[in-house]
């Protein structure tokens, strides 16, 4: 029970802001007393620091308390087809460091080795008593690494690698540090659902677009992963009846960012235009154009059948692109979801994500600090089974 109050107080803070105990006391409804003694640990401990006191009108001026960025850390790693991702996390949820590394399809090996040169410079830049506090390395990867072989023309020999690589495993002897996997795109919703817009909404459906489009979904404020782990997998929605040929076809095959980039390699441009504010630029904007009019349509048909099944407050849509892209394909979206019949279901509001491309690594490293600080692991308890 007291472990558990003492999480209650760091989430009241970490909702709220800074707050004075009087303020805690009425959030958390515990006594006054209890909250003073909470409070007097984990400044012990380090986890919350005293800011400059306020005055009011009368009394003793109040005493805000704020969660210490330097009481705890954890690491995220995004590990995905063509990128790698690692990042630094404070206890506040603040990207500390960032590394990145590019690649067409990179092999287990140059993964690992890569992530081992990013953990000895975490350890230089963290003195001994900091590194100390990292609760764990979070991973966020697709669940199979070597889908869609054929159509990214992926390297044989390196997915056959990949098929027998333990890579949770791999990182945990090669840290040292507690390591928890998950779904690349439900690591990007569980950062928006606790950093993001999803701290607003209670049932959503989450929409992330990078090389292939894929997605999570929260209910009742808690990731559904399922129970194969792969709940929300939007990518694979068909987007006609059959099974062969172009009826065949699945949402990611024309929702997802490797068609653009092949639109702009087609066209002698840059293939990374994808990723920022070229893709709107003059050069850039009649091909862009054109995968917006193919992708925005099929997912307002994917929106369509999630309505049909879940009665959702909202969609959230993130992904691996500027923010005037991210905004111009959600008005394209919502005028194609006008075009559809929605008779005997409601459109669900579509809201841009907060989070952008660092969205999966995040949500890798906040699985440690939930887990260890926050008052409620059922979202985590979800992932582990």
Not at 59 to 71: E, H, I, K
Not at 179 to 189: E, L, N
């Given at each position: 029970m007291r472990q558990y109050n003492e999480r209650v107080v760091l989430q009241a803070i970490r909702l709220n802001g800074r707050l004075p105990g009087a303020e805690i006391a009425r959030l958390t409804h515990l006594t006054a007393q209890s909250i003073s003694l909470i409070t007097k640990r984990l400044l012990d401990d380090e986890l919350l620091i005293k800011e400059q006191p306020q005055r009011g009108k009368v009394?003793?001026?109040?005493?805000?308390?704020?969660?210490?960025?330097?009481?705890a850390f954890a690491i995220g790693v995004k590990v995905g087809r063509r990128s790698l991702d690692v990042l630094l996390v404070d206890f506040t949820g603040v990207v500390r460091e960032r590394w990145d590394l590019q690649y067409d399809f990179a092999a287990p090996?140059?993964?690992?080795?890569?992530?081992?040169?990013?953990?000895?410079?975490?350890k230089q830049t963290l003195p001994p008593q900091l590194w100390e506090r990292i609760q764990g390395i979070g991973v966020a990867a697709p669940l199979n690494m070597g889908g869609w072989q054929q159509l990214l023309g992926l390297d044989e020999a390196i997915v056959t690698r990949w098929a027998s690589f333990a890579l949770e495993d791999e990182i945990a002897a090669l840290s040292g540090?507690?390591?928890?996997?998950?779904?690349?795109?439900?690591?990007?919703?569980?950062?928006?659902?606790?950093?993001?817009?999803?701290?607003?909404?209670?049932?959503?459906?989450?929409?992330?677009v990078d090389t292939f489009i894929g997605g999570g979904l929260v209910l009742d404020s808690h990731l559904h992963i399922g129970q194969r782990g792969n709940a929300g997998a939007l990518g694979s929605l068909p987007l006609g009846m059959g099974s062969k040929g172009s009826n065949g076809t699945q949402l990611l095959n024309v929702a997802s960012l490797y068609q653009l980039e092949n639109r702009y390699l087609a066209?002698?441009?840059?293939?990374?235009?994808?990723?920022?504010?070229?893709?709107?630029?003059?050069?850039?904007?009649?091909?862009t154009q054109a995968w917006l009019a193919e992708t925005a349509p099929a997912i307002a048909l994917a929106l369509l059948n999630t309505a049909c099944l879940l009665d959702l407050e909202g969609v959230i849509l993130d992904g691996c692109f500027s923010r005037e892209l991210q905004n111009k394909l959600i008005a394209a979206i919502i005028a194609a979801m006008a075009e559809f019949n929605w008779e005997g279901v409601t459109p669900p509001q579509l809201l841009a994500g907060a989070i952008g491309s660092d969205?999966?690594?995040?949500?890798?490293?906040?699985?440690?600090l939930y887990a260890n600080f926050a008052p409620d692991r059922d979202l985590f308890l979800k992932l582990d089974s």
């Open positions: 009394g003793q001026p109040s005493v805000p308390l704020a969660l210490n960025p330097d009481g090996e140059q993964i690992l080795a890569h992530i081992e040169i990013c953990l000895n410079k975490i540090l507690p390591v928890q996997s998950i779904k690349d795109t439900s690591a990007a919703c569980v950062a928006e659902l606790v950093a993001g817009r999803g701290r607003d909404i209670r049932n959503f459906v989450y929409i992330f066209a002698g441009l840059d293939g990374k235009a994808t990723s920022d504010e070229r893709s709107i630029s003059l050069e850039y904007w009649p091909h969205a999966r690594a995040l949500g890798g490293a906040l699985l440690p």
